[in-house]
């Protein structure tokens, strides 16, 4: 499916037509640039690479300037494949716009993939919904929000891989399926979707039709 790269811009909220109070999450999608066609013939595999956001070129490694310099474009920061299902043959060194993969004229569905908060190192509560061992009273003075008993004791005298204890939260791509598009912004490149995407504000974010 054809997609851009974008950045999270925020969250705002619009009214629809019947008055309700919306929840939105303002996206940059591209524009991007074609920096690498994948054919059948070489790769064994047809896709099209995008770059977006721009990167100072001493920040940019040789190897990649190379790369840059073959789709005759400026160095960017992020760097995706997606299927070459595009509706225009692209070429090297080509712009794509939002409204290449959408139209503003319909109501369109995309799915957004991310990177979410990372939260650190949490408990089971807040980590899985635990509620903690509960009763405040017979000397559980300091037990509310611990994860209880594990299990057997002699055998097998370890805990079972994927056990829930606590640890490491967010951080972790998540993706979320069949958000409505409730408003193009072409001149801007903003897409505006009703509900929520993962990451932190000025994150990268993979748009998928």
Request: one cysteine or more.
């Amino acid at each position: 499916m054809p997609g851009l790269i974008g950045k999270k811009i925020g969250m705002t909220s619009v009214f629809d037509s019947n008055g309700k109070n919306v929840p939105c999450t303002v996206i940059e999608a591209g524009p991007c640039v074609v920096t690498q066609i994948r054919t059948e013939e070489r790769d064994g595999y047809a896709a099209v690479q995008l770059a977006y956001d721009e990167k100072k070129e001493k920040h940019t490694s040789a190897a990649l300037q190379g790369h840059f310099k073959k789709a005759n474009t400026t160095p960017k920061r992020k760097l995706a494949e997606f299927p070459n299902d595009f509706d225009k043959e692209l070429h090297l060194g080509d712009t794509v716009f939002v409204t290449d993969i959408l139209d503003p004229s319909l109501i369109d569905w995309i799915d957004v993939s991310g990177i979410s908060k990372g939260k650190g190192f949490q408990g089971v509560v807040k980590r899985y919904g635990f509620s903690g061992v509960g009763g405040q009273t017979h000397g559980q003075h300091n037990r509310l929000r611990a994860p209880g008993s594990l299990g057997a004791s002699s055998w097998p005298s370890r805990v079972f891989k994927g056990k829930r204890l606590a640890g490491r939260m967010g951080g972790d791509k998540v993706k979320i399926f069949n958000l409505r598009v409730i408003k193009i912004i072409p001149e801007n490149n903003l897409l505006v979707v009703k509900g929520s995407v993962p990451g932190a504000n000025g994150s990268y974010v993979i748009v998928e039709v």
